[in-house]
């Protein structure tokens, strides 16, 4: 999990829910600063969750701004056995206190998004592309500690989410969004906010971090990579990986990390793709950074860091990098001040 999911953790196990003025359909909203220096983002999708006020409030559009409209959460469906009805927890935008991560399904034609409606509880709720249709998709009687992410086919999402109050004992879950069936994987609870997981290739299981330790001056975090198939069988590996987990390739043999250089003991962190288990390593970039989401296709991520000119000003930079060489910065978002997260689909991978 990247530092802008354990943030909405945080928020979800201390804050209650407030009330805001009633929901309405999807409405054009005014488009934001949402410039980018290529000219092929206005045919990508863009997903921000925005602060207004006291409440989060969810944006899709093209990448470069036009056809933005702000998402309403109302007839939200749940099809799955043993939630909560909806007049005990409503999914409406006066009862969402706090939204977030989000992702695209591969195919485009999804987003998926985690919203919180009470103390110690949260849920993925998939809608449409455009914002309709929208259903929750997981239990809704604990709290979502992690990213969501998509199998391949776009039908299925896994999760981590607990199974003990207070957010404890997280584990790994999968939905099947055609038939409706929730399905939980691990049993042994030790996911953390810093975890990270992907769907393999087929579609068949998913790859996935847990933590094991520290490097030797404890400067950064030593994680184990994993598999579980979706019968629950686990295939637990030697193979590790140094830094913060920000992103697992689907074939398991790499991931994106962030990390303080060892060899220099500098104040900057480094982006590096790192192979599994040691060996081949390639510094991608490096400065105030805050987090990474590794785009559909391995081929990209978005790189969130804080503004290199004033990193106290709170503005934050989101650049899209290539993944296989340093430096490699194939454009610039624009995002909103007022965003705490974002989700990018790029045209190509669809």
Same mark, same amino acid.
Request: charge should be negative.
């Given at each position: 999990?990247?530092?802008?999911?354990?943030?909405?953790?945080?928020?979800?196990?201390?804050?209650?829910?407030?009330?805001?003025?009633?929901?309405?359909?999807?409405?054009?909203?005014?488009?934001?600063?949402? %410039?980018?220096?290529?000219?092929?983002?206005?045919?990508?999708?863009?997903?921000?969750?925005?602060?207004?006020?006291?409440?989060?409030?969810?944006?899709? !559009?093209?990448?470069?701004?036009?056809?933005?409209?702000?998402?309403?959460?109302?007839?939200?469906?749940?099809?799955?056995?043993?939630?909560?009805?909806?007049?005990?927890?409503?999914?409406?935008?006066?009862?969402?206190?706090?939204?977030?991560?989000?992702?695209?399904?591969?195919?485009?034609?999804?987003?998926?998004?985690?919203?919180?409606?009470?103390?110690?509880?949260?849920?993925?709720?998939?809608?449409?592309?455009? !914002?309709?249709?929208?259903?929750?998709?997981?239990?809704?009687?604990?709290?979502?500690?992690?990213?969501?992410?998509?199998?391949?086919?776009?039908?299925?999402?896994?999760?981590?989410?607990?199974?003990?109050?207070?957010?404890?004992?997280?584990?790994?879950?999968?939905?099947?969004?055609?038939?409706?069936?929730?399905?939980?994987?691990?049993?042994?609870?030790?996911?953390?906010?810093?975890?990270?997981?992907?769907?393999?290739?087929?579609?068949?299981?998913?790859?996935?971090?847990?933590?094991?330790?520290?490097?030797?001056?404890?400067?950064?975090?030593?994680?184990?990579?994993?598999?579980?198939?979706?019968?629950?069988?686990?295939?637990?590996?030697?193979?590790?990986?140094?830094?913060?987990?920000?992103?697992?390739?689907?074939?398991?043999?790499?991931?994106?990390?962030?990390?303080?250089?060892?060899?220099?003991?500098?104040?900057?962190?480094?982006?590096?793709?790192?192979?599994?288990?040691?060996?081949?390593?390639?510094?991608?970039?490096? !400065?105030?950074?805050?987090?990474?989401?590794?785009?559909?296709?391995?081929?990209?991520?978005?790189?969130?860091?804080?503004?290199?000119?004033?990193?106290?000003?709170?503005?934050?930079?989101?650049?899209?990098?290539?993944? !296989? %060489?340093?430096?490699?910065?194939?454009?610039?978002?624009?995002?909103?001040?007022?965003?705490?997260?974002?989700?990018?689909?790029?045209?190509?991978?669809?």
């Amino acid at each position: 999990m990247h530092v802008r999911s354990w943030s909405y953790a945080v928020t979800a196990a201390l804050a209650l829910a407030a009330c805001a003025e009633p929901a309405t359909a999807p409405h054009a909203a005014t488009p934001a600063s949402l %410039a980018v220096n290529d000219v092929a983002l206005r045919r990508d999708r863009l997903a921000t969750i925005e602060v207004e006020g006291r409440f989060p409030a969810l944006y899709i !559009g093209t990448a470069d701004g036009k056809e933005r409209v702000r998402v309403r959460f109302e007839n939200v469906r749940d099809r799955i056995a043993g939630n909560y009805p909806a007049e005990y927890l409503p999914v409406r935008d006066e009862t969402i206190f706090a939204m977030g991560p989000a992702k695209w399904s591969p195919d485009g034609q999804q987003l998926a998004v985690v919203v919180t409606l009470g103390f110690d509880q949260s849920q993925v709720v998939v809608m449409n592309a455009d !914002g309709r249709n929208m259903r929750t998709v997981s239990p809704n009687g604990q709290i979502i500690l992690g990213d969501v992410d998509w199998s391949p086919d776009s039908r299925r999402i896994a999760y981590s989410m607990s199974t003990e109050p207070n957010a404890r004992h997280v584990d790994l879950f999968v939905t099947d969004l055609v038939k409706d069936e929730v399905r939980r994987l691990t049993t042994k609870g030790l996911f953390s906010v810093w975890d990270e997981y992907r769907w393999d290739a087929a579609g068949a299981g998913v790859f996935f971090t847990e933590f094991e330790g520290w490097t030797d001056g404890g400067a950064n975090r030593l994680s184990r990579v994993n598999y579980v198939s979706l019968a629950g069988e686990l295939t637990g590996t030697a193979r590790q990986i140094a830094g913060d987990p920000q992103g697992l390739a689907r074939d398991g043999s790499w991931a994106i990390v962030t990390r303080w250089p060892a060899r220099d003991g500098g104040t900057a962190r480094e982006l590096a793709r790192v192979r599994v288990g040691g060996g081949e390593e390639t510094v991608l970039a490096s !400065g105030d950074l805050l987090y990474a989401e590794l785009l559909e296709g391995d081929r990209e991520l978005v790189l969130v860091a804080s503004d290199a000119a004033d990193p106290w000003s709170g503005v934050r930079q989101y650049r899209v990098f290539g993944t !296989g %060489a340093p430096d490699d910065v194939r454009a610039t978002l624009a995002v909103p001040a007022s965003a705490s997260s974002m989700a990018l689909l790029r045209a190509a991978a669809r």
